[in-house]
């Protein structure tokens, strides 16, 4: 980490609060959570609009990590990467979730999976040029305002956390690292 942050044994009040239900969910405080910590009045509203957009994720969870995996990767950004593709894993399986991540076209994706994270990739390559049309096929694809806009959220989103990490260097615990080097490496796309 590039910045001085507060230690889990250092955190007092809110801080310390958002750092003991980590430690009780993940056994640990991750860099993601402590890099807010240079700015503890920001740690709380960022932690609550993380959950509050994955929590209610219209299209569930699965989703919410495959739009994740794939704006991390365009971003690019390396903790992300790790964190979801581990993540993604555990849920879809390793095999299915390294195709996505080097081509979710040929994935063996559904096609409204295909347009949700087509939409996704296009927020972060650049969103001013999504029109009335990519909205009218994601509707056709039978997404809801809701699902559309929680896709909107979900990629805006994580493409601010993302920068965010690697702009104050936080890096991706070992135990979100694949055991394959070469997978690593690839999953590595920023400082190495």
Known sequence: MFLKTIEPSEAEGEVAAIYANE????????QATQCWSA??????????????????????LVNFRLITLV?????????????????????????????????YRNAGLT??????LAYAEQITINASLIGQADI???????????NIADIALAASFRN???RYFDAVGAEAEPDFLDDDPAIRAELSRARQ
Do not use: N, W
Not at 39 to 60: K, N, W
Not at 111 to 116: D, R, T, V, Y
Not at 136 to 146: A, I, K, S
């Open 160 to 162: 601010f956390l993302s």
């Open 111 to 116: 096609e409204p999976e295909i347009a949700m």
């Open 39 to 60: 700015r503890p009045d920001i740690l709380a509203p960022v932690e609550h609009l993380l959950h509050q957009i994955r929590d209610g994720f219209s299209l569930g």
């Open 23 to 30: 430690v009780a969910s993940m056994g640990r405080v991750m």
């Open 71 to 103: 704006t991390a990767k365009l971003v690019p950004s390396s903790y992300c990467s790790h964190v979801y593709f581990k993540a993604l894993s555990s849920v879809i399986g390793r095999d299915k979730t390294l195709a996505v991540y080097r081509d």
């Open 136 to 146: 009218d096929r994601l509707r056709e694809l039978g997404f809801t305002d809701v």
